[in-house]
C-alpha cells in the first residue's frame, strides 16, 4: 500500500509575499471604492457647486462706480460736479511686450520715458499710475495687455472756488474733506453697482450680456440757499478789506433775516486751510453784543430809550479795582446815546439794572452759547457761563462783549431777530435735496426757534441801530437812498496764552438793510487789522461796498417791490442831504437832482435808474483782480475759456448797465 505525503508548509518568506499581495489588493479595492464615491459625491451630489466654481473662475467682477451728486446754488448754479476720468494700473509680470506697452503709455498719456521704463520693467506686481486719464487717453491703449482701466468720477468745481470753504471738497481717495461735502456725504456719494465679466481663454475680460449686472445708484442732488452771485461779491469785499487793512483774516456773511436762509458765507485766514471759521469758530464781539442788552432792558420794562445815565466824562472806577474807559467823553447819555456813541461805561451802568438770570436768559435766547444747528460739520456753540459761574465782573464784561465767545453765525442770527420782528430763526445753508430723477427728496422750510422780544422793542431798537448808522459809530456804513441798522465792534483779543495783547483787535460792523423793511443782514469781521483798527473805520465801509454791490446786480434774493417802498427819498433834512449827497445843477438852470456816488456807480434818487457805466478794462490783471474790478461798477461776471490771461467781452469801455452780464474770457495771452 503506497504511502500519502503531507503537503509541505508554506515558508515564512512565502506567508510574507502572499499577505501582502491580499494587502495590496485590498487597499487597490479601497482605493477604487473611494475615487468611485468621490466621483459620485462630486458629480451627483455636489456636481451644481462645482460647475458654479467652474463657471466662477472665468469671470471677474468689476465695480461700476457711483455718480456724486451735484452741490447747487440757490439758483441751480452748479458749485461741485463730477467729470467721467479713468484710473489706469499696470501689471508688469502679464505684459507680453514690455517695449511696446512702454511706448502706448508714453505716447498715448504723454508720460515720461524714464517712469514709464520704470513701470513696465519693476519688481513691483501692480502699479498704479499717478493721476486721471481721460476715455479718449484710455482707448488709445485698448487692446495691450496688462494694463487695466478703472472708471472713475473726478469732483471739480466748475464756478471756481468762491464757495469752496462752504463745499468743501474730497481727497485723493474721493474722501470728503469738511464742508456740505462732508456733512451730507452719505446723501451725496449713492451706491457703487458691479457687472460681472467674462474671461478668455487668454485671460481677457470680456462684457457678457448673459451676466448679472447690478447698476449703481446715483447720489442725490444738494441745493443750497447760497446765492452764488452774492458769494463772489462778498469773497471780492472781504478779499479786498483784508489786503487794504492788513488783517491776518476775517469773515463775512449774508443771510435773509425773514428766512434765516444764508446767502453768502466767506472766511480767510492766514496760514490755514480754508475752512469757515464763521461757523466753527469763536470770538469775543466787543460792541457789536450791546444792542443784546438793550433790547433785554426794553423788553422787561427796566429802562425806556430815553432814560440816562452819568458816562463820567469817559473814565469810571467801577468797583473792584476796574478802570472802564470811553473812546470819546461824555456827560449824561440815554440808552439811545449810549448805542449810538458805543459807550462802555453807560452800557455797564444801564446793564446793571438786569439781575443776572435775566441777563443770562435774553442772552441765552439770542441764540448765544449753544450751536445753531446749522447743517455743517464742527459748528462752534460759543461760549456763555451761567451766572452760577459769573464773577462780580462778568456782567459789565458781557455788556461790552467780553467774558463771552460767539460765532458770525450766531451774531448774525441774533441781529435777524432784531430785524424781523424779534424772532430767532434757524440758519438754513441746505435748501433742499434732489433724486438723480429730479424729485424734491427734502425740502428745509424755514424755522421760528423762539420769539426773544416783542415787535415794538425789535421796531424801536431798530430806530436806534440806524441812529449808530447814521450819527453814530457806524457812519461809514451809511447809504444815501437807504437807512440801514447797525452797530459796529472792537474788541481786544485774546492770544493763545490767554492774554489780551497790546495792538492785537477785532474790527466787525453787524446790521440790516433796508431798515424799515430788513431783507439782508451782514457782519463783516476783519482780524488783527493794522491801525486805524476800530470796526467803524475798517468793517463798515466794507458793508456798505457789499451792500452797493448786491443792489448794482439787481440780486434776485431781493424783493424789488420792497425795495421801492423803503426807499429813503425826501424824508432826511435837506442839510444832512447836502453833506453827503453830489449835488449837481443841470445847465438850463433846473433844480438840483440829488445823486449817491458810490464805487463810481452813481444813483438817482427820482427813478432808481442806474445810469450806464463804461467796461473798464482788465488787461494784465490777475483773474481775481480782474473779476474784482468789474464787480465794483456793478456787473455780473462769467468766467469762460482755459487760460490764465483774463480779456473782457464786450471791449472795454463799451456803455452797459450795472447788473448786466460781461464775459472774462481766459486765454493764453499773445
Known sequence: MRMMRAPARPSPLSRKVLLRGRALAALAVLVAAVIVGRAVQLQLVEGERWAAAAEQQHQTRAELPARRGVIYDRNGVPLAANHEAYRISVAPRELRDPAAAALALKEGLGLRSEAVSEVVTGERRWVVLPGRYTADQRSRLTGVR???????????????QAAREVV????????????????????????????????????????????????????????????????????????EAIESSGARGGDLLISDPRSGEILAAV????????NLSAFTDSYEPGSTIKPFTAAALLAEGIATPDDTVYAERGVWASGHGRIIRDVSTHDW???????????????????ALLDRQTHYRYLRDFGF?????????????????RPARWSALTQASLAMGYELGVTPLQLVMAYGALANGGYLMEPLLVREVRAADGSVVARRDPVRIR??????????????LVSVVEEGTGQRASMMTYDVAGKTGTARRL???????AGLYTASFAGFFPASRPQLVVLVKLDEPQAPYYGG??????????????????????????????RRVGDRPAGTLARRADLRRSRNGAAPTIFHVSDGLPVRHDDWVPAAVPVPSVDGLPLREAVRRLHQVGLVVSVTGDGAIPTVDPAPGTPVTPGDTVYLVLGEGR
Open 537 to 566: 473805520a475798517l468793517a463798515a465801509p466794507v458793508s456798505r461796498a457789499t451792500l452797493n454791490a448786491v443792489l448794482a446786480v439787481r440780486s434776485s434774493v431781493l424783493d424789488s417791490e420792497d425795495l421801492m417802498d423803503a
Open 146 to 160: 496688462g494694463l487695466y482701466f478703472e472708471r472713475v468720477f473726478e469732483r471739480y468745481q466748475p464756478r471756481g
Open 267 to 274: 472766511s480767510r485766514r492766514e496760514g490755514r486751510a480754508r
Open 451 to 464: 420769539r426773544v422780544i416783542p415787535t415794538e422793542t425789535a421796531t424801536r431798537l431798530t430806530e436806534s
Open 168 to 239: 468743501g471738497v474730497l481727497d485723493p481717495y474721493g474722501e470728503p474733506l469738511g464742508g456740505i461735502e462732508q456733512q451730507l456725504d452719505r446723501i451725496l456719494r449713492g451706491t457703487p453697482g458691479y457687472s460681472i465679466l467674462r474671461r478668455d481663454p487668454a485671460g481677457n475680460a470680456r462684457a457678457s450680456i448673459s451676466l448679472p449686472v447690478v447698476p449703481p445708484t446715483e447720489g442725490a442732488d444738494v441745493h443750497l440757499t447760497i446765492d452764488f452771485g452774492l458769494q463772489e461779491i462778498a469773497r471780492d469785499a472781504l478779499i
Open 333 to 351: 447819555l440815554s440808552l439811545d446815546d449810549a448805542l449810538r456813541v458805543s459807550s462802555n461805561i453807560a452800557t455797564v451802568k444801564f446793564a
Open 369 to 385: 452759547g449753544s450751536p445753531t444747528g446749522v447743517e455743517f460739520p464742527s459748528e462752534s456753540a460759543g461760549r456763555l457761563a
Open 495 to 501: 492770544t493763545a496764552e490767554g492774554r489780551y495783547e
